[in-house]
């Protein structure tokens, strides 16, 4: 029941976060975290392949004031915790704002992610209603910010250690479906950048 409500959470807009450790008690009375179900966030892209659209890399997010950071974290599915801040310190002043910089501080659960879903949801409308191309490349960017939002998110740690997996394993299979959605906005913006000038959009809808 536990992880249907959580498919429900995240399939309302596909948005979710961070969480606690989930830990198993070892012989001499210690605890130990389970190992990540994929590889850190920001470890190197294999070289017969292209990057992994759930790894978060470090640096300036396109078009906004946002930079991405990461810290290796043993209590996320991903091994690490990537998020995002404005070095000024400002807050956000729009939807697209409040939910780039959403950072959930607990157990990915349905409860949690409720919140994170409202602003997501709020920021998908507000770009959707302007249909120009820094509005579709800021989408873009929300977008496959989620995906790597949803794909790092921990499980409760009252969940037992055979369920762990399968607990990241949907929340990657949600952070998926955002990537999709990305790249078929993304395939529009870079039709649309064909016909403007050089900007930042450029790099986001890469």
């Not at 043993?74 to 807050?91: K, N, Q």
């Not at 879903?117 to 579709?136: C, G, K, M, N, Y």
């Not at 930042?200 to 809808?205: E, L, P």
């Amino acid at each position: 029941m536990r992880t249907a409500l959580l498919a429900l959470a995240l399939a309302a807009c596909s948005s979710a976060p961070v969480a606690p450790p989930h830990t198993t008690a070892t012989s001499s009375g210690g605890t130990i975290a389970p190992p990540p179900l994929r590889p850190p966030i920001d470890a190197p892209a294999p070289a017969d392949g292209p990057p992994d659209p759930l790894a978060a890399r470090p640096g300036p997010v396109p078009g906004t004031p946002y930079v991405v950071r990461t810290a290796a974290d043993a209590t996320y599915c991903t091994g690490v915790h990537a998020w995002l801040e404005d070095p000024s310190g400002a807050a956000p002043t729009d939807a697209f704002g409040r939910a780039m910089l959403a950072d959930l501080k607990g157990p990915t659960t349905a409860a949690t992610l409720r919140p994170i879903v409202r602003e997501f949801t709020d920021a998908q409308r507000e770009l959707a209603a302007t249909v120009d191309l820094p509005s579709i490349a800021h989408l873009v960017e929300l977008l496959r910010w989620m995906a790597v939002f949803v794909a790092q998110g921990a499980p409760p740690a009252q969940l037992a250690h055979d369920e762990v997996n399968r607990y990241c394993e949907l929340l990657v299979e949600q952070a998926q479906a955002l990537v999709k959605r990305a790249d078929e906005l993304a395939a529009r913006c870079r039709e649309l950048a064909t016909s403007a000038a050089p900007g930042w959009w450029n790099d986001a809808c890469r």
